[in-house]
């Protein structure tokens, strides 16, 4: 949530900043300022009849004694009571309205992001070199069923298109990439969440998914309790609500969190044709990095996560890039994200297999996340995610970047002591 005191000061601007990131604000912005001071001068004039009421009422004890009619007082005493009741319907109706508006609001866009969706998009580093092969390389479908690491078609017959099973050595291999993305992460001083993979509403919302995005995830009814939760659709959606509604201190921060879940995606429309099997779905795994940090290091956080996924990919041994988004291209809850992109040869291009963001104090806002400084002022934290990795297309590039000419795939040296073997055959 934005924070309606820097939109009242800095309107114009406001309009201006999510513009850039495509939306058109400026009946919003103007809404909110009328709401706001509609509020204002509703709760100014309710605290002027309950002090009128406190200084009658006063009035009452004095006039009994004297032996006065107070009749009128007490009628003067149930209207002003009335209207103040009434005040207050007004004030909720006026508060409801102004945080509906605001909760819809994206984030604020950085000011050096580039305007625009992804032709903006601005490659910052490249890392190694485009795999070439001296045979005719299988795609990652192909490998994996031949394999026998996939098994896509039961996967489908469990739960339908857009899922699979992971089988003997896939399993394991799957199993090796996530413990190879937790031990680094442990190995850095990140402490390892595992949260529940069914999530109130209010995660939802402090994370900045919801109410605007809420059909894009699963939602599971209870029908003893009347209570609707919804699938993780990734771990942040936790992490982002694990301080809501606490004051944390300055000695705290920063906090370095790391999860893994599955995570479940309602994918809209249809699957391009270079994105068959693993490279979208509605369930996969993924291991997610979170800072909680102040204002003054979270630029220096979000440059350690970009580093940290950055050497996940390096160590796997893939060529990859590092790609600035464009404002447009930036989720509406992040005020800039890096994608690390990595090539699966068969898809002619490059796929994010991490994306590190900055939501800055746009989701402390949202689940009055703050903390409390050395020197007593308390002011919201930021906030910051990564993934650290997502398996879903790391695996199809380690299996068709490390194929042999045998239709054998070679394993990356650091998942070999999870694995136990060098090299994945065909039984």
């Known amino acids: 949530m934005l924070d309606i005191k820097y939109i009242k000061e800095n309107p114009s601007e406001v309009i201006e900043r999510l513009a850039v990131k495509g939306k058109d604000a400026k009946e919003e912005i103007e809404k909110i300022i009328a709401l706001d001071g509609e509020r204002r001068a509703i709760i100014a004039e309710t605290e002027a009849m309950k002090a ?3 200084k009658t009422s006063k009035l009452i004890p004095q006039y009994k004694k004297e032996g006065k009619d107070v009749s009128a007082i007490f009628a003067q005493m149930k209207e002003l009571s009335d209207k103040a009741k009434a005040n207050d319907e007004k004030i909720k109706a006026v508060e409801a309205e102004l945080e509906g508006i605001m909760l819809c609001l994206p984030n604020l866009p950085d000011r050096d992001l580039a305007a625009g969706g992804k032709e903006n998009n601005e490659p910052l580093r490249y890392f190694g070199e485009p795999h070439k092969f001296d045979f005719e390389p299988k795609n990652h479908v192909d490998l994996c069923t031949d394999l026998g690491l996939i098994d896509y078609e039961r996967g489908t017959k469990l739960s339908g298109s857009g899922f699979w099973i992971y089988r003997g050595m896939g399993a394991r291999l799957e199993w090796a990439l996530l413990n190879y993305f937790i031990d680094t992460h442990l190995a850095d001083g990140y402490e390892l969440i595992l949260p529940p993979h069914m999530l109130e509403y209010e995660c939802g919302v ?22 609707v939760r919804y699938m993780l659709p990734t771990a942040e959606a936790a992490l982002a609500s694990l301080y ?11 906090k370095k969190l790391v999860s893994y879940t599955p995570c479940f995606r309602r994918e809209a429309g249809s699957y391009r044709s270079d994105e068959r099997g693993m490279v979208r779905g509605h369930q996969f795994n993924k291991v997610e990095m979170f800072q909680y940090t102040t204002p003054e290091g979270s630029d220096e956080a979000f440059e350690e996560l970009v580093t940290k996924a950055e050497n996940l990919v390096k160590g796997l041994g893939f060529h990859f890039r590092t790609v600035k988004l464009a404002a447009e291209d930036c989720s ?15 898809m002619n291009g490059y796929k994010e297999v991490s994306s590190v963001s900055n939501a800055r104090d746009y989701q402390a806002r949202r689940g009055m996340i703050r903390y409390r ?5 308390i ?17 199809p590039a380690l299996v068709e970047q490390n194929q ?14 999870y694995l136990g ?7």
């Open 206 to 227: 402090t994370a900045g998914q919801f109410p605007k995005f809420a059909d894009e995830v699963y939602k599971i009814e209870n029908p003893t309790d009347n209570r």
């Open 421 to 427: 073997v060098d090299v994945i055959k065909k039984d």
């Open 373 to 377: 400084r050395a020197d007593g002022k």
């Open 52 to 54: 009128e009421q406190n």
């Open 404 to 417: 042999n000419a045998d239709g054998s795939v070679t394993v990356p040296e650091v998942l070999r002591k």
């Open 332 to 346: 509406a809850s992040m005020a800039r994200t890096y994608d690390i992109e990595i090539q699966i040869p068969s």
């Open 379 to 395: 002011d919201f934290v930021h906030t910051l995610n990564g993934s650290g990795l997502a398996t879903s297309r790391i695996l």
């Open 244 to 254: 809501r509604n606490e004051i944390l201190t300055e000695a705290d921060l920063p």
